[in-house]
T-cell receptor
Framework: GAVVSQHPSWVICKSGTSVKIECRSL??????MFWYRQFPKQSLMLMAT?????????EQGVEKDKFLINHASLTLSTLTVTSAHPEDSSFYIC????????????FGPGTRLLVL | GENVEQHPSTLSVQEGDSAVIKCTYS??????FPWYKQELGKRPQLIID?????GEKKDQRIAVTLNKTAKHFSLHITETQPEDSAVYFC??????????FGSGTKLNVKP
């Protein structure tokens, strides 16, 4: 099946710093990618839809200035957590769709962020 | 936006028994309903999906049913095996634009 990678897989940072997470579709092109946040033993919460060549669309309650998304190419979307705080600590996971309408979603392995 | 509810949150069955997980959705426009399996520490993997023009779909031991009128869909796993133990998520989407997930069901299959 299709492969989606994320980098880094694990990051620890100090409060106030910014962290960039990359999501790549390795063997297919994705005009749309999705970013989720997953708390321990909880579901995937959709944060935003990343659109190649245009602005991301954010879900209600998600601060766009806090979570910057850039989809610069058909195989790469980045999520930058700006001025990270301990409450931003979470598991961030992306997905990209394969198929005529992107119906089959493939997930990245996730990035665990710990803000001290 | 769409609201997806999933029950039960945990499910424990004996090996060989069947398991059923149920989800409801709020947006009648949703037309695609995938199910994902997430093993501990791993990424979610699609196991089966169903579109709104179909009432039931089966793939070996796994089946999904959809009731559009009632806005609910269910995952059925027959002859469960220990390797079926994982967290299962349902999701709903309208034209694959966005995917909203249920809260997850932790399935434990006891040998």
């Amino acid at each position: 099946g299709a492969v989606v990678s994320q980098h880094p897989s694990w990051v620890i940072c100090k409060s106030g710093t910014s962290v960039k997470i990359e999501c790549r579709s390795l063997d297919f092109q994705a005009t749309t990618m999705f970013w989720y946040r997953q708390f321990p033993k909880q579901s995937l919460m959709l944060m935003a839809t990343s659109n190649e060549g245009s602005k991301a669309t954010y879900e209600q309650g998600v601060e766009k200035d806090k979570f910057l998304i850039n989809h610069a190419s058909l195989t790469l979307s980045t999520l930058t957590v700006t001025s990270a705080h301990p409450e931003d600590s979470s598991f961030y996971i992306c997905s990209a769709g394969v198929g005529p309408a992107g119906e089959t979603q493939y997930f990245g392995p996730g990035t665990r962020l710990l803000v001290l | 936006g769409e609201n997806v509810e999933q029950h039960p949150s945990t499910l424990s069955v004996q090996e060989g028994d069947s398991a059923v997980i149920k989800c409801t959705y709020s947006d009648s426009a949703s037309n695609y309903f995938p199910w994902y399996k997430q093993e501990l520490g791993k990424r979610p993997q699609l196991i089966i999906d169903i579109r709104s023009n179909v009432g039931e779909k089966k793939d070996q031991r796994i089946a999904v049913t959809l009731n559009k009128t009632a806005k609910h869909f269910s995952l059925h796993i027959t002859e469960t095996q220990p390797e079926d133990s994982a967290v299962y998520f349902c999701a709903a989407s309208y034209n694959f634009n966005k995917f909203y997930f249920g809260s997850g069901t932790k399935l434990n299959v006891k040998p």
